[in-house]
């Protein structure tokens, strides 16, 4: 009976979130992979968890809330970046502190923000710039040789 209750408890409160310290809300343009209960670090140090996501109806960004424990306390210009785990891994927000000597509140918002950099933007824009790359060495190559052969000629020779 004693085992069964012990259960009961562990499922019931399996789906719970244990929340410690304040929480901050900050909105970004994209957090792609950034989900609630990821991890929110400062120095590569877990400090707190995302815990909840919307979007913003007026400008369609994206509106997160995180807890940051009670020791650690961020100025008001500190920043907050949806930072890759790995290249396979989750995402998580990545707290840089300000220079501020005013600290954030309870419920404060962080207005310093960069969204996720999404791995598949980097590699368009790499192929992109290769492949652009590439044309305009072509390009210039074949107009170099178009000048240097006038006449449809290539080389010295006088025969037709």
Known sequence: MLLCGLLALAVVDKGRRHETGYRLHAAFDHIDGLSVGSDVRLAGVTVGQVVDERVDPSDFKAEVTFTVRPDVRLPVDSAAIVTSD?????????????????????????????????????????IFSVTDTMTKANQSRANQGAAASPGGHAGGSDLP
Not at 100 to 106: E, G, H, K, P
């Open 86 to 126: 790995s290249l396979l891994g989750g995402k998580y927000i990545a707290l840089s502190p300000g220079g501020s000597d005013t600290m954030l509140r309870a419920g404060g918002e962080m207005t310093q923000t960069q969204g996720a950099i999404s791995l598949e933007q980097l590699l368009s824009r790499f």
